[in-house]
Every structure is written in structure tokens, then in C-alpha cells.
């Protein structure tokens, strides 16, 4: 009945940020984490509803989720953004986000600087939610006050009315804990000054969705569902500290130190995170011992990642080819929580039992770039090779623009730098729940159907310092911001029909079992338009 899972990977790549006499080389990681679980659990015999049928309602609403995002996943492939044309594809999307027409979904998008701070469930605030603060009660410590004072009892003496045996009765059907997470240091290779042959493009893509339905029908009033969307997306100056130290504002260089790569230059992290879970109990059964716990729920399923890549600053990187940057978020929430309860306590009290769905994306990058055209003498120093290192030396500590600098430590790449963090993380949790309960204590039971918690986090801070970009095909740089959420809480018969219409057509073309003459699953002895209202969150958003 009980189920604890947990994936955990990390990627450690470092080099100390120093003067370096070896070639600094590409560093890629790609991380899959997949967690599949079923833990249906069955009490008792009762009118239950069809599990099959319940699964794949979660799946259908999987499929709808996707067609949500703004945009298609970036591609995993390295060569794909060592094509210019790729790249720019990718740009193209952005500016032409996919147009969500899922009926009664609430879409948020903000383009360029309007995606910069931070926003949450499309609007502006000033710092973003804590998930520790958003959890629901079920999963948050106990709060206990420190006591120095020694207890003198018996440890058998001890009646702590916190413990999980206490008296009373409980039945938790929820309660499950479903964790996506990836945090990611990037400081590789940055420098004061960029100069590049091609084009210079950076862009920056979120896009987080939430299908949830939490339809709940019965005795316990229902459970709720809080979805948060949470995108933070900063740029945070951090001047080279080392620069017009020593020398006076016209000495040139006393000698250059350059670092020569004759191909790409690649700092890439791909990870894919999979929450893929059921948890539909059902129970049919008498309360009538004089203390209750059935604990059919409280899975715990964590993958977490954690990436630290550090490696060199430069004076000058000089890329022969293009300058890339690419950090693509995609994230999928997907909550099927239609609870049928009959007996135990009237419902939660103040949201008790509320599930928290939570989307959490952090950008963060220390160093501004700033563009401008390329200057002659720079533009002849890129053509040249290997062959002509002293010329290119000669050359640089006579460019102006170098004045004041005791040393110059130069990183020259023949090929391109590409810089890339992909992360998609989904999680789809069916937890439609059938608590029938009778007997002489089954109005004091307390049922947990709900009191799930969904996190999706990716966390990332891109280290560095504030640049000046020449690029000599010109540069280019966009964000979007895409938050979109379906929570489907039919109102009415009318709906309830027509939505369920739908969802028998939407399986007969999926080729699912399940539905006859358009009425919810088979064996409830709840009438058809009251199991249309209960059954399914693919409603309105099919309708």
C-alpha cells in the first residue's frame, strides 16, 4: 500500500578559476530519471469505479497537457545547435508560440524583457513562493518546541499524542509526495570581452503546465487543488574584478597568453525527469475497532540531479564560428484527483487537505552582455592562425581596447561556442479515490483523499562576468514565458454531459475501453449526470 521511491544523480566537473596552461575542453552531461509506479490498492468489495478506465482518463489528460506547451521540446541532439539554421528555427518558434485551444485553459506568455523578474501564475511579485511554505499540512514537519528539560518518565510511560498510532481514525488515500528537481551551477568559460565571427545568439525559453482535476463527490466536502507557476528570470552586472589593476590606463599588455581550441567548444546539460504514478484506492469497510489507520496513500517518488561545472576566465575569447546559448525549460504537471467519499468526517477544515500542484523555474545569470560592432584591428586578429601566433599577439596588446591590462590570457576557438541547458520534467498522478465507510465510528474518521504535492524545479544560475559582444553577423537575444493551466470544475448537468460526450469520443478515437452511452464508469450507484460530474477533469476542456 505504501511505496518510497527516490533517483538521485550527480554530474561534478571542476577546474579551478586560475590561469591555466592546459586546453579547458567541452563539458556535457545528459541525466534520465524515470519513476514509475502503481499502487492501486483495493479494501473490501464496493460499487467501485473502473481502474483502467481512471488510467487512462490520466493519460488522455496527458495528451491534452501537451498540446498546452508553447513550443515543442528543444532537441537533445549536440549537432543540431552546431547548426546556425537550428538555432535560429528555434527563435522562430518563440516569436510564433503554439496557440493553446483547449477550452477553458487560463494562458499566460510574456515575450522579451516583459519575461524578465519574477511571476507567478502571470503576475508580477516581488519574490518568489517558497514550496516549503505552499505544502500541504500532511507533509510539512511537525513543529516542536525545543524542550532542554530532561523527561524523567519512562520512555513506556510516553502517550505523545503526535504519534501515528494515536487514538482516533484515519483513512489516507492522498497524501503523496512526487518531486522532479535539477539544479545546475554553470561557470565554464567567460570573459570581459567576446569577439565573434559569426552571429551571437542567446535565448532563454520557459513553458509550465498544469492540467488538474479534483472533481470530489460525497460526505467530505472536497479537497481543492492550489496550482502555482512560478518563473524567475534575472540578469545581475558583475564586472571582471581583475581588469585596470597594476597598470596605468595606457600601458599595453606585458604579454598575451593564449589558449588555442581548433574546434566546437560545447557546455551542454540535458536532463529528462519522469514522474509516471497511480494511486487510486479503493476502500469498502466498517470502522468499528477503537483506533483506525489505514494508510493506502503517502508515496514518496523524488528524482533530483544536481550539475557543477567550473572551469576558466579569460581577458578575450575569440569564436571563429557562432556564439550560441540556448536554456529551454519545459514542465508538466498532470493531477487527476476525483475523489468519491461516503462517510467519515463532514470535510477538511481551512483547505487541510488541499493538493499543491507547483511549476518552479529559476534563471539566473551574473554578468551583463552588452553588443557593439567590431573594430578593424579585431577583425584582422580573428583571421588569424595558429601559424601566426605572434603576429596575433602583437596585435592584440596593441589594440587599444586592451590598454591598462597587465596580462591578457586569450581563449581562441576555431570552431563555435555552444552553451546549452535542456531540462523537461513531467509528473502525471491519478489518485481518484472510492472511500466507503460505515459502521459506529465511521462519522469521527478523518479521510485524506487529497494533500498531494507536485514539484517541478529546474534551477539554474549561469555565472560569469559582464561582457562586450562583437559579433560580426549581429546578435540577437529573445525570452518567452509561457504558463498555462485547465482546472476543470464542471458547475452544471449541461456541461457535465456534454464534456462527457466528448471524453467517450476522445477514447473510442484512442481506442481506450471504457465508456457506454456517454455515461461516466460503470459500477457507481451515483446517477449519470452526478457520475459525469465526478468522474473526469477532461470536461470542459474537451467540450
Known amino acids: 500500500p505504501e511505496a518510497t521511491t527516490g533517483l538521485g544523480a550527480t554530474f561534478v566537473i571542476e577546474q579551478q578559476l586560475e590561469i591555466v596552461t592546459e586546453l579547458i575542453g567541452s563539458a556535457v552531461t545528459y541525466t534520465f530519471q524515470t519513476i514509475f509506479l502503481r499502487d492501486n490498492d483495493v479494501v473490501g468489495e464496493g460499487d467501485f469505479r473502473d481502474v483502467d478506465q481512471l488510467i487512462a482518463l490520466a493519460e488522455a489528460a496527458a495528451q491534452v497537457a501537451a498540446s498546452m506547451q508553447a513550443f515543442a521540446v528543444p532537441s537533445f541532439s549536440i549537432s543540431d545547435y552546431l547548426s546556425i539554421e537550428y538555432v535560429e528555427s528555434l527563435a522562430e518558434a518563440m516569436l510564433a508560440p503554439i496557440n493553446v485551444e483547449v477550452e477553458g485553459a487560463v494562458v499566460y506568455q510574456f515575450h522579451g524583457e516583459d519575461a524578465m523578474g519574477v511571476i507567478v501564475n502571470g503576475e508580477y511579485v516581488d519574490e518568489a513562493p517558497e514550496w516549503e511554505d505552499l505544502l500541504p499540512a500532511h507533509h510539512r514537519p511537525d513543529e516542536e518546541e525545543e524542550d532542554e528539560t530532561p523527561d524523567m518518565m519512562p520512555a513506556e510511560w510516553n502517550q505523545d499524542e503526535e504519534d501515528e498510532f494515536a487514538e482516533g481514525h484515519t483513512v489516507i488515500a492522498g497524501g503523496n509526495l512526487a518531486i522532479n528537481e535539477m539544479n545546475a551551477t554553470v561557470a565554464w568559460v567567460d570573459a570581459p570581452y567576446i569577439a565573434v565571427g559569426g552571429k551571437a545568439i542567446e535565448l532563454a525559453m520557459v513553458s509550465q503546465v498544469a492540467v488538474v482535476s479534483d472533481t470530489d463527490k460525497g460526505t467530505n466536502g472536497g479537497s481543492g487543488t492550489n496550482v502555482v507557476h512560478s518563473s524567475t528570470i534575472e540578469v545581475e552586472g558583475n564586472s571582471a574584478p581583475w581588469l585596470k589593476k597594476g597598470s596605468s590606463e595606457d600601458d599595453a599588455p606585458a604579454y598575451v597568453h593564449v589558449d588555442w581550441i581548433t574546434t566546437d567548444l560545447i557546455v551542454a546539460n540535458f536532463v529528462k525527469q519522469d514522474i509516471d504514478a497511480t494511486d487510486i484506492d479503493h476502500i469498502d469497510t466498517e470502522i468499528n475497532a477503537t483506533t483506525t489507520l489505514y494508510a493506502l496513500g503517502d508515496n514518496e517518488l523524488i528524482d533530483v540531479t544536481n550539475i557543477l561545472q567550473l572551469g576558466s576566465y579569460y581577458d578575450l575569447i575569440m ?100 552553451q546549452v541547458n535542456v531540462a523537461e520534467q513531467s509528473t502525471m498522478l491519478a489518485d481518484q479515490d472510492d472511500v466507503y465507510l460505515k459502521g459506529p465510528h465511521a462519522g469521527e474518521t478523518e479521510v485524506l483523499a487529497g494533500s498531494n504535492a507536485m514539484l517541478n524545479a529546474a534551477n539554474v544560475t549561469k555565472a560569469g562576468v559582464d561582457s562586450v559582444v562583437m559579433a560580426e553577423d549581429g546578435a540577437f537575444s529573445d525570452l518567452l514565458l509561457h504558463q498555462a493551466s485547465l482546472l476543470d470544475i464542471p458547475t452544471n448537468e449541461d456541461i457535465a454531459e456534454m464534456t462527457n460526450e466528448a471524453i467517450a469520443a476522445l477514447m473510442e478515437e484512442a481506442g481506450m475501453p471504457g465508456y457506454e452511452n456517454g455515461i461516466g464508469p460503470n459500477g457507481n450507484d451515483l446517477t449519470p449526470s452526478e457520475m459525469a460530474n465526478s468522474s473526469d477533469g477532461l470536461q470542459t476542456m474537451l467540450a
Do not use: C, W
Not at 470535510?347 to 557593439?372: A, R
Not at 602583437?394 to 586569450?410: C, K, S, T, Y
Open 319 to 418: 569564436i571563429e564560428g557562432d556564439m550560441i546559448s540556448v536554456d529551454a525549460f519545459i514542465q508538466t504537471h498532470v493531477l487527476m484527483d476525483d475523489d468519491v467519499v461516503m462517510g467519515g468526517l463532514p470535510g477538511p477544515i481551512d483547505g487541510s487537505d488541499e493538493n499543491l500542484v507547483m511549476n518552479e523555474v529559476s534563471l539566473k545569470k551574473e554578468g551583463e552582455d552588452s553588443y557593439q560592432a567590431m573594430h578593424d584591428s579585431m577583425a584582422d586578429a580573428m583571421t588569424m592562425g595558429e601559424d601566426d601566433m605572434a603576429a596575433l599577439e602583437e596585435a592584440l596588446m596593441n589594440d587599444p581596447m586592451f590598454a591598462g591590462m597587465e596580462q591578457m590570457r586569450v581563449l581562441k576557438i576555431d570552431g563555435s561556442l555552444v
